[in-house]
């Protein structure tokens, strides 16, 4: 329960949200949230608390995603037409260093 109250709260946080995180002080302050398990737990409470971690995933993914694409390897994979000819021009050139680094020893 702790966990999924943090994940609201900082849900609440990035959302700029100051209700919620107000509702969610009030709550502690009054002990609502670390009820037994014995006690009924509103299931929508807990969708939106769901809702929100995968809001805070979507949003870390998206970051992900702009970091790759902003990478050298993914433009340098995104902007090859032809992987046979890049493989086969790598391939020359491996084996030119390699008959170079023969003939230095």
Do not use: C, P
Not at 1 to 25: S, T
């Amino acid at each position: 329960m702790a966990d999924k109250l943090f994940a609201e709260l900082n849900a609440a946080y990035e959302r700029n949200d100051l209700n919620r995180v107000k509702e969610i002080l009030e709550d502690l302050e009054r002990g609502d949230f670390f009820v037994s398990k014995s006690e009924a737990i509103n299931e929508n409470h807990l969708l939106k608390t769901e809702i929100e971690n995968l809001r805070l995933r979507i949003k870390e993914l998206k970051k992900e995603i702009i970091i790759i694409k902003d990478s050298e390897a993914f433009t340098t994979i995104s902007s090859m037409d032809n992987w046979e000819d890049y493989f086969k021009e790598n391939k020359r050139k491996l084996a030119d260093q390699l008959k170079e680094l023969e003939n230095g020893k």
